[in-house]
């Protein structure tokens, strides 16, 4: 079991920033991909970012390409997202996700993550 618990979510105007913090415990969190989603109200939940289970491979959609980055800690057993340049399509309910299964992967489905976290609110007011 990976227990995932998201922060740093809140409202931002239009070209700020925030991170995202994902805090794991449970069983050892290195190997694990992680990866970071959305979900928008009356949308499907979509991938914004991953890594594989030593951060050196990362994958963005491409919305969020030089916007955003996603880093990792695993003495610390952290994964962090780093926004920049935020506008009002990045609003939603962001969650963070565990791959325990394929952690050498960047995964970008939804069905590939075993574990994830409550979500936490991103709100970006124009």
Known sequence: QVQL?????????TGGSLSLACAA?????SPTGMGWFRQAPGKEREFVAGCNWNGDTTDYTDSVQGRFTIS???????????????????????YCAADVSTPWLTQRRVSEYEYWG????????S
Request: aromatic share 4%; hydrophobic share 30%; charged share 20%.
């Open 25 to 29: 415990s449970g069983r050892t969190f």
């Open 72 to 94: 990792r800690d695993n003495a610390k057993n952290t994964v962090v997202l780093r926004m920049n340049s935020l506008n009002v399509e990045d609003t939603g309910v962001y």
């Open 5 to 13: 618990v998201e922060s740093g979510g809140g409202l931002v105007q």
């Open 118 to 125: 409550q979500g936490t609110q991103v709100t970006v007011s």
